[in-house]
């Protein structure tokens, strides 16, 4: 049987504590909520999801790197603060060959003004934000249609 297409799933600072942190805005699942139910959604679209979190900007660039040096079909990042303030990762989107889709469990543009400015999003090919978890699954599946 053939390896199933992947979609890497990378979220950056902070998100290792959704459940907890500020749930009236981020909701109170957590990030291996949202992994397990990606796992059985990919499963079901005939994918494959890579699921992972770090708390530094660095570490995502190298994901997204190992995304594209994989072949990977797809990059759903969610790349919390450094949405606002990484052009390093946005040069990273654009350096590589994989569509890479934002995702928010909140809607930025609902928020603080600092966080109206999305370098991620102006390199992305799509974005979900403002459905809590389900950001995700719709990602996913915009994913599997690319």
């Known amino acids: ?19 907890t942190r500020e749930p009236e805005i981020y909701g109170t699942d957590t990030l291996n909520d949202i992994h397990a139910r990606l796992e059985a959604q990919a499963a079901d679209l005939g994918l494959r999801v890579e699921c992972r979190q770090t708390n530094h900007e660095g570490v995502l660039i190298d994901w997204l790197h190992e995304a594209y040096v994989s072949g990977a ?10 949405t606002h303030t990484s052009i390093a990762i946005h040069d990273a989107i654009r ?28 390199a992305a090919v799509a974005h979900f ?3 809590g978890a389900n950001s995700y699954t719709l990602a996913l599946d915009a994913a599997a249609r690319l």
């Not at 053939?2 to 959704?18: E, K």
């Not at 934002?102 to 370098?119: G, T």
């Open 129 to 131: 934000a403002g459905h």
């Open 73 to 82: 079909k797809a990059v759903l990042l969610n790349a919390g603060g450094y």
């Open 95 to 122: 350096s590589i060959k994989v569509p890479v889709i934002e995702v928010h469990l909140s809607d930025p543009a609902k928020r603080e003004a600092f966080r109206h400015v999305s370098y991620v999003g102006m």
């Open 1 to 19: 049987m053939p390896d199933l297409p992947t979609v890497f799933v990378l979220s950056g600072p902070n998100l290792n504590l959704l459940g």
